[in-house]
């Protein structure tokens, strides 16, 4: 058996029970069982009472569990917290990255691109033929990141197709 401290919830309750001055260990871990069920009871209503909570219903036979679960994986989530984003982010009309590894190599990009432009502030060339060189490279640069952003972030995949059934007008 742990040992309590004397100033906590519980050895307060132990206490006002008298379970502590007879010290049988069964009525101890009998009044520490109660104890437990009357604090999660009343931590339960307190979560009910703070936040919402709502039970979805996923058919398989319909493919709907496998596209969501789908879904989140490819977003690397747990299927609640995907749903959760994939709600709020469709009600705020905001897209989600699903592969956070092509929004680095983009950041990345753009680390380069404030790299190269910092040089040609620092560094005096002596000919101007190195200046253009380096500002040839800039746009070569800027140009992959603004093909890279269209790509990534302009042009969302497409969700999958649904039949008619399924369409809410």
């Known amino acids: 058996m742990r040992k309590i401290k004397p100033n906590s ?9 008298g379970v502590l001055e007879r010290g049988i260990v069964e009525e101890i871990e009998s009044a520490k069982r109660q104890y437990r069920k009357k604090y999660l009871l009343a931590y339960k209503q307190k979560q009910r009472k703070e936040n ?14 496998e596209s969501i679960t789908l879904a ?10 995907f749903l959760k984003t994939a709600t709020l982010a469709y009600l705020n009309q905001y897209y989600i990255v699903p592969n956070q ?5 983009l950041e ?15 560094t005096k060339e002596k000919y101007s033929w190195e200046r253009e060189q380096k500002y040839e490279a800039i746009e070569k640069r800027i140009i992959q990141l603004e093909n890279e952003i ?5 042009n969302p995949p497409l969700a999958p197709q ?3 059934k399924n369409i809410v007008t």
Not at 9 to 17: E, K, M
Not at 53 to 59: G, P
Not at 108 to 122: D, M, Y
């Open 9 to 17: 919830d519980l050895w307060q309750y132990l206490n006002s029970t």
């Open 52 to 65: 919402s909570e709502y039970t979805v219903l996923l058919s398989k036979e319909n493919g709907e569990l």
């Open 72 to 81: 989140a994986k490819k977003h690397f989530l747990p299927v609640t917290v």
């Open 101 to 105: 590894m092509q929004l680095a190599k």
């Open 108 to 122: 990345q990009i753009l680390a380069q691109c404030l790299n190269e432009v910092q040089v040609i502030t620092r």
């Open 150 to 154: 269209k790509n990534v972030l302009s």
């Open 162 to 164: 649904h039949d008619s």
